[in-house]
């Protein structure tokens, strides 16, 4: 149990805590247009009735990240594996990873969003799906395969050389050194930044309401229209703070725990 | 010396290497015979490091060519990785994987190199351990050894590959001196089962002991080379005997090589 300073600190945190926490719901609260924005925003009505509809199209916002993130996952790899090829003959593919991984984390998702989501079945190609779900999926795995890859990427940098060199010296080849030796070493530093990026996927799923995918965020807009009042967005932010928040502690446990690991550790 | 001289394990002949313009390796000639164990010295950043690097393919040359049992081999070879099977290489800083443990650290190129079953790679990792002492530490992660076990580990990684060199740089400098013996002790008993060493060495004492041939390197040149005796006792090359002199007063009260 916590000892005496250790309690004496979490005894000022509490109160200093429940002090700002008083002067700002004060503040807020004694403004003169409280009474509105809490009834625009926070209303308990509207809130039960907005809960079961918004819940429910949240499953669409967990299907598109779960199949997603099964897709980036080894994308990103490949993408990682690709700028990190110094064969001069496949010097195009290092090219065309380098230029896909400048395009997509460079250009803002929403505009990514727009040109291939309405740009491409607008097209009206034979064979081209026109189902938004279906473009939604590839938009947001196109941008976070993106990013991933530069987690990846990262990781493996961070092996040092001299673990590949043994590697190479041992006669394995230049895949088998990364495929034994520097990949699961790597892969332990990148789950907590693999994680983050998986946090904002998760987020982002609502940006593809704008191709008119009915998920969380459009179902809370639609009742928001219907209703003229706020609340069911604020539903749909609840339903998504209880996702993400035990995830970012996660993270957060997690990356504690690498650094204790690397402070334990030997050189 | 009549009988003709065997046909060299591996050849090194007028190797050049230069880095950023800087001739390291200035024309290396050096070969050695089976069972033939052989020491480079040198001051630090005479080229020993950079010569046992190309050596192994793991860098590429400028000039001149390198020779394993009479095939002319290199860095950019499509099956340089082959190549590099047969020859073993240990370096100053362990360089053991620290995800894998002991016996998985030896087992791994057996496993994926030369494609051996996993319990045949398994059956020769523990061998190897076995015949280095360190049976008993197979199934630990390499940071729970000291550093002597962990390069004796680094030695029977690079021995299960079964090279027909083994090519050692510095290998006890990063020890603590009370490691240092185990290791060498280690070496001493390879040299006499008979496997072909080029040992880059600070060691002297060692070097005297244990070396068919002694290599003095200067400013990426072979300057001398010759019997331990004749190195240690009547070097010709002046520059051989300012260093050997250098050496001598570092070590002070120390056995001196060669008395
Ligand atoms: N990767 C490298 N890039 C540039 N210069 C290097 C590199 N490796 C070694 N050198 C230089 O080559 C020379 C020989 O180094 P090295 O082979 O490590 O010598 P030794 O092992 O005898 O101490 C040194 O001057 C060193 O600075
Ligand atoms: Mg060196």
Redesign the pocket.
Known sequence: MATGPARKGLLVATFSTLVVAALVAYTVGSSPAWPEVQKAFFDGRYFSTSLPAVAEAFTINIRLFIIAELLILPIGLLIALARSITAPALAPLRIFATIFVDFFRGVPSILIIYVLGFGVPALQLDGVPKEPFFWALVTLVLIYSAYVSEVYRAGIESIHPSQERAARALGLTRIQALRYVVIPQAFRRVIPPLLNDFIGLQKDTALVSILGVVETFKQAQILKAASFNFTPLMTTALIFLIITIPMTRLVDRLAAKDRNAQLGGTR | MAAPKPAPVIELKGLKKR??G?L?LDGINLSLAEHEVVCLI??????????L?CADLLEPIDAGSIHLDGARVAFEDRDADETRRKLGIVFQGFNLFPHLTVLENVALAPRVALSLTPRAAERRAKELLKSLGLAEKAREYPDKLSGGQQQRVAIARALATEPKVLLL??ITSALDPVLVAEVLETLRSLAESGMTMLI?THEMAFAADVADRICY?EG?RLVEEGSPKRIFGSPRDPRTKEFLRRVRSISGGRRGPGR
Do not use: H, I, M, Q
């Open positions: 880095y950023d800087r390291v040198g001051a630090s950043g005479s080229g020993k490091s950079t010569l690097r740089d510095e880059a390197l990426g």
